[in-house]
């Protein structure tokens, strides 16, 4: 058989297969693309070739194409840790996942589907969806679905093993067969977050496309919980806290930047304003109070701290991120009852009084065992 074209150097066989992660690329290079393409191939060859390219991406599926001469069809995938990324673009095309299938294996992933270009229905679990640009929809590979493209179309599939999310079967089965993203909410935020990684993902470095295909996975699990309809006041789930810690380390890594803000923090996350601030008042205080909270702390530490040469409290609150001294001071004042100079101050001579202690030799014992008291 005439090979398919690939990435340089990748031969048919090892090109079917999802790229492994690249353990020893650099830390700053982009993450490895495996491409499958049947653009060179004879127009009579491209159907079983396809048909091999898409079950060993994916999952074995029963592909039919629904042109008599096949149009070219291209698989680019990259791996994120736990999620491969693939951007698919073809021709029109019938896949359908049956129980004989699913018994040969691949059921335990599920698939994201992002639709960039024509339309796609998908139906599971008794449901049937319209996919148009810019919704998305899910499959669980652990049952029967179908998916009909009766036009030339592109999307990119996000696709991962279920263990990754924190969702039951009941959350998952809310989301199947759903369309997604054209209405507001965590919805429009997960549409809104898998795009831009769809469009960066092969620019990105390693670890920061690791992180953003985590915050995926946690955003998709806040969503299935949110279908499911989480009672008033619930605890919030485990990929809201996840999420919010990274944040909460963005954040600590960053106090000393005085444009640090809500607006800031939410673009880097890839996440609304909105939706961060809801993070937050899961532990009932604002993004804007977490965060004086945390660089009052550093700046009481750093005044309490001995140094060869007194530090004016201007340059220690603007080391962390204040600009205004006054502000500082009454905001200081506030959480901790005395002045920025107060604490200093007492801290200094506290730290005075225990070198002067520090000073004073030991009582030693004599020989007759009486202690011994210096001259």
């Given at each position: 058989?005439?090979?398919?074209a690939?990435?340089p150097?990748?031969?048919?066989?090892?090109?079917a297969?999802?790229?492994?992660?690249a353990?020893?690329?650099?830390?700053?290079?982009?993450?490895?693309a495996?491409?499958?393409?049947?653009?060179t191939?004879?127009?009579?060859d491209?159907?079983?070739?396809?048909?091999?390219?898409v079950?060993?991406?994916?999952i074995?599926l029963?592909?039919r194409?629904?042109e008599?001469?096949?149009?070219?069809?291209?698989?680019?995938?990259?791996r994120?840790?736990?999620?491969q990324?693939?951007?698919?673009?073809?021709?029109?095309?019938r896949?359908?996942?049956?129980r004989?299938?699913?018994?040969r294996?691949?059921?335990?992933?599920?698939?994201?589907?992002l639709?960039?270009?024509g339309?796609?229905r998908l139906v599971?679990?008794g449901r049937q969806?319209?996919?148009r640009p810019g919704?998305?929809?899910v499959s669980?590979?652990?049952r029967?679905?179908?998916?009909?493209?009766?036009?030339?179309?592109?999307f990119?599939?996000?696709?991962?093993?279920?263990?990754?999310v924190?969702?039951?079967?009941?959350?998952?089965r809310?989301?199947t067969?759903?369309?997604?993203?054209a209405?507001?909410?965590?919805?429009a935020l997960?549409?809104?977050?898998?795009?831009?990684l769809a469009?960066?993902?092969?620019v990105?470095?390693?670890?920061a496309a690791v992180?953003?295909?985590?915050?995926?996975?946690d955003?998709?699990?806040?969503l299935?919980?949110?279908?499911?309809?989480?009672p008033p006041?619930?605890?919030?789930?485990?990929?809201?806290?996840?999420?919010?810690?990274?944040?909460?380390d963005?954040?600590?890594?960053r106090?000393?930047?005085?444009?640090?803000?809500?607006?800031?923090?939410?673009?880097?996350?890839?996440?609304s304003?909105?939706y961060?601030?809801k993070?937050?008042?899961c532990?009932?205080?604002?993004?804007?109070?977490w965060?004086q909270r945390?660089?009052?702390a550093?700046?009481?530490?750093?005044l309490?701290r001995?140094?060869?040469?007194?530090?004016?409290v201007?340059?220690?609150a603007?080391?962390?991120?204040?600009?205004s001294?006054s502000?500082?001071?009454?905001s200081?004042?506030?959480?901790?009852?005395?002045?920025?100079?107060?604490?200093?101050a007492?801290?200094r001579?506290a730290?005075?009084s225990?070198?002067?202690?520090?000073r004073?030799?030991?009582?030693?014992r004599?020989d007759a065992?009486?202690?011994?008291v210096?001259?």
């Amino acid at each position: 058989m005439p090979p398919v074209a690939t990435a340089p150097g990748t031969t048919a066989a090892t090109a079917a297969a999802p790229a492994p992660a690249a353990a020893a690329a650099p830390a700053t290079a982009p993450a490895a693309a495996t491409t499958l393409s049947t653009s060179t191939l004879p127009t009579p060859d491209r159907a079983d070739f396809w048909h091999e390219a898409v079950a060993n991406t994916f999952i074995p599926l029963d592909v039919r194409l629904l042109e008599p001469a096949p149009s070219a069809g291209t698989i680019t995938s990259h791996r994120l840790g736990a999620l491969q990324v693939s951007l698919v673009q073809a021709g029109p095309q019938r896949v359908v996942r049956t129980r004989g299938l699913i018994a040969r294996g691949g059921e335990d992933h599920v698939t994201l589907a992002l639709q960039h270009r024509g339309t796609a229905r998908l139906v599971q679990d008794g449901r049937q969806v319209l996919l148009r640009p810019g919704t998305f929809a899910v499959s669980d590979a652990g049952r029967p679905f179908s998916k009909e493209l009766t036009e030339p179309f592109s999307f990119t599939a996000f696709h991962w093993p279920r263990a990754a999310v924190g969702v039951s079967d009941e959350e998952l089965r809310e989301l199947t067969a759903t369309d997604f993203g054209a209405e507001g909410g965590t919805a429009a935020l997960v549409a809104a977050h898998l795009g831009r990684l769809a469009r960066t993902v092969d620019v990105l470095d390693p670890q920061a496309a690791v992180r953003l295909a985590a915050t995926a996975l946690d955003l998709l699990t806040v969503l299935a919980q949110e279908r499911r309809g989480r009672p008033p006041g619930a605890e919030p789930s485990e990929a809201a806290l996840a999420l919010l810690a990274r944040i909460k380390d963005h954040i600590l890594r960053r106090l000393g930047d005085p444009a640090l803000d809500p607006e800031q923090i939410a673009a880097a996350h890839h996440l609304s304003v909105r939706y961060l601030h809801k993070l937050f008042q899961c532990e009932g205080i604002t993004v804007g109070r977490w965060i004086q909270r945390q660089r009052l702390a550093m700046c009481r530490r750093d005044l309490a701290r001995p140094t060869a040469r007194p530090v004016t409290v201007a340059a220690v609150a603007g080391r962390w991120g204040f600009v205004s001294a006054s502000h500082f001071s009454r905001s200081f004042r506030a959480a901790y009852g005395v002045s920025p100079r107060e604490w200093q101050a007492g801290a200094r001579v506290a730290a005075e009084s225990r070198t002067a202690e520090a000073r004073v030799p030991a009582p030693r014992r004599s020989d007759a065992g009486v202690t011994a008291v210096p001259a």
